[in-house]
């Protein structure tokens, strides 16, 4: 079974994240309305966007695209921007986080950010005063998008395909790119491709490669890893 070697890395330290109480006062929505909004959020920008975007445009700033949070804000008051596919994305992406946190926590202890993630998935009701847990589903539609597009490209993976070339040699394939992690550590991102023989391969990259893409990249062969070939010194060629 393919496994990933790359993990991308955390700052050393990382900022605190307090649960926030909800005000006896204030007004609440179920999880599904939060979590629908994201989704709402994430179809209105294409994309997780943390804070307006703004470009100069005649000298003047125009902000091309608001953050993810604010179009919340909005589907969260006016709920007939939410659609059911809208809602049924929230419903998955709880669902996934939840499941898939579990698991980890099984393993491995989870840090500050992944333990809110987990409790705020866990969460029935959101008080309109718990800001930074209605931000933080915002963020993770797109982590959920992103992690289930990796599970359908990896289920391609043809494990008797092969290794690609043989360790030292130079060699040239055309990958989809599934998926692209940067690391702070490294300041690199750690890409992960499928070959047009479905056989996986990974790689370290100066720049963010968009999950989906087709290339061509020419590199090293490192190493053979179980059913996947490490590449180094890798060039994008097309």
Known sequence: MYQSYYRPGYPKVRPSFKPSKPRADAQTWPAEVIWGAAAYAQRINGAYVKEDRIEIV???????????????????????????????????????????????????????????????????????????????????????????????????????????????????????????????NYNCFFVTGITEQNQPVFFSYRGQLQAGVKITVQGAVKAHRNDSTQLNRVKVIA
């Open 58 to 184: 005649d000298e003047a700033p125009v902000v091309t695209a608001r953050s993810s949070k604010v179009i919340m804000r909005d589907a969260i008051a006016d709920q007939s921007l939410i659609s059911q596919e809208d809602l049924a994305i929230g419903r998955d992406a709880r669902d996934w986080h939840k499941k898939n946190l579990l698991v980890k926590a099984l393993k491995t202890q989870l840090n500050d950010f992944e333990q809110t993630v987990a409790r705020v998935a866990g969460m029935d009701e959101f008080a309109e005063n718990q800001r930074l847990e209605i931000a933080i589903t915002a963020s993770q539609i797109q982590s959920f998008i992103v992690n289930r597009q990796v599970a359908e490209a990896m289920s391609r993976v043809d494990t008797t395909a092969g290794h690609v070339g043989a360790v030292g040699a130079k060699v040239t394939c055309a990958i989809e790119v599934v998926r692209s992690v940067y690391s702070q």
